[in-house]
Protein backbone atom coordinates (compact mmCIF):
# COMPACT_ATOMS: atom_id res chain seq x y z
CA UNK A 1 0.00 0.00 0.00
CA UNK A 2 3.45 2.27 0.68
CA UNK A 3 4.21 1.39 -2.33
CA UNK A 4 1.46 2.52 -3.95
CA UNK A 5 1.11 6.04 -2.21
CA UNK A 6 4.92 6.50 -3.12
CA UNK A 7 3.93 6.28 -7.18
CA UNK A 8 0.51 8.09 -6.72
CA UNK A 9 2.75 10.82 -4.78
CA UNK A 10 5.43 10.89 -7.88
CA UNK A 11 2.51 11.01 -10.23
CA UNK A 12 0.74 14.14 -8.81
CA UNK A 13 -1.73 12.13 -7.55
CA UNK A 14 -3.03 10.95 -10.74
CA UNK A 15 -5.15 8.78 -10.28
CA UNK A 16 -6.74 10.47 -7.61
CA UNK A 17 -7.61 14.09 -8.74
CA UNK A 18 -10.11 15.19 -8.03
CA UNK A 19 -10.77 13.63 -4.67
CA UNK A 20 -11.34 16.10 -1.54
CA UNK A 21 -11.33 15.58 2.25
CA UNK A 22 -11.28 17.66 5.32
CA UNK A 23 -10.53 16.49 8.93
CA UNK A 24 -8.65 17.79 12.16
CA UNK A 25 -5.67 16.58 14.11
CA UNK A 26 -6.20 16.78 17.52
CA UNK A 27 -2.40 17.26 19.57
CA UNK A 28 -1.94 17.21 23.16
CA UNK A 29 0.62 18.98 25.32
CA UNK A 30 2.45 16.02 26.02
CA UNK A 31 2.70 15.02 21.97
CA UNK A 32 3.17 18.96 21.52
CA UNK A 33 6.19 19.52 24.03
CA UNK A 34 7.88 15.63 22.78
CA UNK A 35 8.03 17.76 19.01
CA UNK A 36 9.36 20.97 21.04
CA UNK A 37 11.60 18.57 22.87
CA UNK A 38 12.57 17.26 19.53
CA UNK A 39 12.61 19.98 17.67
CA UNK A 40 15.36 21.91 20.35
CA UNK A 41 17.97 18.80 20.39
CA UNK A 42 21.32 20.69 19.57
CA UNK A 43 20.00 24.36 20.30
CA UNK A 44 22.28 25.38 23.42
CA UNK A 45 20.51 28.72 24.57
CA UNK A 46 17.46 26.58 26.17
CA UNK A 47 17.42 23.93 28.59
CA UNK A 48 13.68 23.77 28.09
CA UNK A 49 10.17 24.42 26.95
CA UNK A 50 7.17 23.51 28.11
CA UNK A 51 3.71 24.23 26.56
CA UNK A 52 -0.03 24.59 27.88
CA UNK A 53 -2.72 24.82 25.65
CA UNK A 54 -5.45 27.11 26.79
CA UNK A 55 -9.35 27.35 24.79
CA UNK A 56 -9.20 30.57 22.83
CA UNK A 57 -6.14 30.39 20.39
CA UNK A 58 -4.00 30.90 23.83
CA UNK A 59 -0.90 29.17 25.22
CA UNK A 60 1.56 29.32 27.49
CA UNK A 61 5.07 28.49 27.41
CA UNK A 62 7.50 28.03 30.21
CA UNK A 63 10.68 28.63 29.54
CA UNK A 64 14.45 27.38 30.93
CA UNK A 65 17.21 29.35 29.73
CA UNK A 66 20.61 27.25 29.40
CA UNK A 67 22.62 30.40 30.43
CA UNK A 68 23.18 32.18 32.46
CA UNK A 69 22.01 29.06 34.48
CA UNK A 70 20.88 31.64 37.62
CA UNK A 71 17.70 33.02 35.86
CA UNK A 72 14.48 31.21 36.63
CA UNK A 73 12.14 29.92 34.48
CA UNK A 74 9.74 32.44 33.06
CA UNK A 75 6.51 32.18 31.53
CA UNK A 76 5.40 33.26 28.35
CA UNK A 77 1.93 33.60 26.78
CA UNK A 78 1.24 33.33 23.19
CA UNK A 79 -1.54 34.00 21.04
CA UNK A 80 -2.64 32.97 17.67
CA UNK A 81 -2.73 36.30 15.69
CA UNK A 82 -3.44 35.30 11.91
CA UNK A 83 -3.90 31.85 10.53
CA UNK A 84 -2.29 31.37 7.44
CA UNK A 85 -4.29 32.34 4.03
CA UNK A 86 -3.41 29.61 1.64
CA UNK A 87 -1.71 29.53 -0.91
CA UNK A 88 -0.34 33.12 -1.06
CA UNK A 89 0.80 33.32 2.23
CA UNK A 90 1.01 30.43 4.55
CA UNK A 91 2.48 31.70 7.43
CA UNK A 92 0.84 31.24 11.36
CA UNK A 93 1.06 34.30 13.16
CA UNK A 94 1.39 34.88 16.73
CA UNK A 95 1.87 37.20 19.42
CA UNK A 96 3.60 36.67 22.86
CA UNK A 97 3.18 38.07 25.96
CA UNK A 98 4.17 38.72 29.68
CA UNK A 99 7.56 38.44 30.79
CA UNK A 100 7.66 42.24 31.23
CA UNK A 101 10.63 43.92 29.54
CA UNK A 102 11.53 40.43 28.16
CA UNK A 103 9.40 41.01 25.30
CA UNK A 104 11.16 43.73 24.20
CA UNK A 105 14.55 42.19 23.65
CA UNK A 106 13.45 38.53 22.85
CA UNK A 107 13.47 39.14 19.11
CA UNK A 108 17.24 40.31 18.77
CA UNK A 109 17.42 37.43 21.52
CA UNK A 110 16.35 35.06 19.16
CA UNK A 111 18.28 36.30 16.36
CA UNK A 112 21.62 36.10 18.11
CA UNK A 113 21.34 32.82 20.45
CA UNK A 114 19.73 31.35 17.33
CA UNK A 115 16.68 29.32 19.44
CA UNK A 116 14.15 29.22 16.62
CA UNK A 117 14.24 26.93 14.25
CA UNK A 118 14.34 27.49 10.46
CA UNK A 119 11.14 28.31 9.09
CA UNK A 120 10.42 30.75 12.14
CA UNK A 121 11.12 34.20 12.66
CA UNK A 122 10.39 36.79 15.12
CA UNK A 123 9.46 40.41 14.81
CA UNK A 124 9.54 42.01 18.51
CA UNK A 125 6.46 40.83 19.97
CA UNK A 126 5.59 38.47 16.90
CA UNK A 127 6.26 34.72 16.05
CA UNK A 128 6.10 34.09 12.53
CA UNK A 129 5.97 30.74 11.53
CA UNK A 130 6.35 29.09 7.84
CA UNK A 131 4.29 26.35 7.28
CA UNK A 132 5.43 25.96 3.81
CA UNK A 133 8.91 25.97 4.93
CA UNK A 134 8.48 23.11 7.88
CA UNK A 135 6.74 21.01 5.47
CA UNK A 136 9.62 21.29 2.79
CA UNK A 137 12.31 20.54 5.61
CA UNK A 138 10.71 17.36 6.50
CA UNK A 139 10.27 16.17 2.98
CA UNK A 140 6.36 17.29 2.92
CA UNK A 141 6.49 20.21 1.03
CA UNK A 142 4.00 18.75 -2.04
CA UNK A 143 1.67 18.73 0.54
CA UNK A 144 0.52 22.61 0.31
CA UNK A 145 -0.13 22.30 -3.38
CA UNK A 146 -3.54 20.55 -2.62
CA UNK A 147 -4.16 22.34 0.70
CA UNK A 148 -7.27 24.68 0.54
CA UNK A 149 -7.17 25.82 4.26
CA UNK A 150 -5.57 25.41 7.44
CA UNK A 151 -6.62 26.42 10.98
CA UNK A 152 -4.86 26.23 14.16
CA UNK A 153 -6.65 26.76 16.97
CA UNK A 154 -6.22 25.26 21.24
CA UNK A 155 -8.49 24.01 23.29
CA UNK A 156 -7.52 22.71 27.53
CA UNK A 157 -5.08 20.31 26.76
CA UNK A 158 -4.31 20.50 23.00
CA UNK A 159 -4.06 21.93 20.08
CA UNK A 160 -6.14 21.01 16.68
CA UNK A 161 -5.26 21.37 13.37
CA UNK A 162 -8.16 21.54 11.05
CA UNK A 163 -7.27 20.86 7.24
CA UNK A 164 -9.36 21.28 3.63
CA UNK A 165 -7.25 19.58 0.80
CA UNK A 166 -7.98 18.61 -2.74
CA UNK A 167 -5.98 16.67 -5.28
CA UNK A 168 -6.26 18.60 -8.09
Same mark, same amino acid.
Given at each position: ?????A??Q??G???? #? *?S???G???? !??? +??????? @?? %????????????????????????V????????????????????????????V????G #? *?G???????? !??? +??????? @?? %??????F????????????????????????????????????????
Open positions: MLDLILQRSFADL #A *GEGQSIRI !TDR +LLNQFIA @TA %MQGTQALREVQVRTLGGDRLQARVLAKPSFLPPFTIGIAIERQPELPAAPVLAKLH #A *GLMRLAGAA !TTF +LNVLPPG @TR %MEGDRVVDIAALLQQRGFGFVLQHADELRVHTEEGALRVAFRARLR
